[in-house]
């Protein structure tokens, strides 16, 4: 018997925290090369799907919603509603803005007043640039213990390194939440 699972993923992270590179590296298998800063303006929300295979006492399908939300001002009042059903957060960190951690943890409230259980993962995106950052790595490391998310730094943006692993991890957490053995 096969088993399939389906669940919303929120991305939270502000327009230069690249969400959307890391959200395009995992759809893309890797294979988006062309890297664009360019922000699309939306209805403040992008949902794309994957699937993926993951191994529990039994081979589970677990086809991810991804929800990738602006951080915009306009779009402040509709985010909560677009929180409802989330079944995990992704928060992208952007380490050039002194301010990043502090809204990240503003997202995290915001978050948790919908949905108090929702498991987390915390990346920094980019961590390859860390050497010209605002905010100290310990800083980061810190704010992740305190939120029960797992820090994951990925590299490049111009490359997939890690950003499968921090998909399939996360998964797994999922599916020992939604099918425990």
Request: glycine share 4%.
């Amino acid at each position: 018997m096969e088993i399939r699972f389906s669940q919303k993923i929120c991305v939270l992270g502000e327009r230069s925290a690249r969400n959307k590179g890391l959200i395009r590296q995992y759809l893309s298998n890797g294979r988006y090369q062309r890297f664009d800063d360019r922000y699309l303006s939306t209805i403040g929300l992008k949902i794309s799907r994957k699937s993926m295979m993951v191994p529990s006492h039994k081979l589970v399908t677990l086809t991810m919603l991804i929800w990738d939300l602006a951080e915009d001002e306009e779009f402040r009042q509709v985010r909560r509603a677009y929180f409802r059903g989330a079944g995990a957060a992704i928060l992208v960190c952007d380490l050039n803005r002194r301010d990043a951690l502090i809204q990240l943890k503003n997202n995290v409230a915001e978050l948790r007043r919908i949905g108090p259980n929702i498991p987390l993962v915390f990346v920094v995106y980019e961590a390859d640039l860390m050497n010209h950052s605002q905010c100290a790595i310990d800083d980061v490391k810190k704010l992740a213990r305190e939120l029960n998310a797992p820090l994951n730094l990925i590299g490049s943006s111009m490359t997939n390194d890690d950003i499968d692993t921090l998909f399939y991890n996360l998964g797994k957490r999922l599916v020992a939440k939604l099918h425990p053995v």
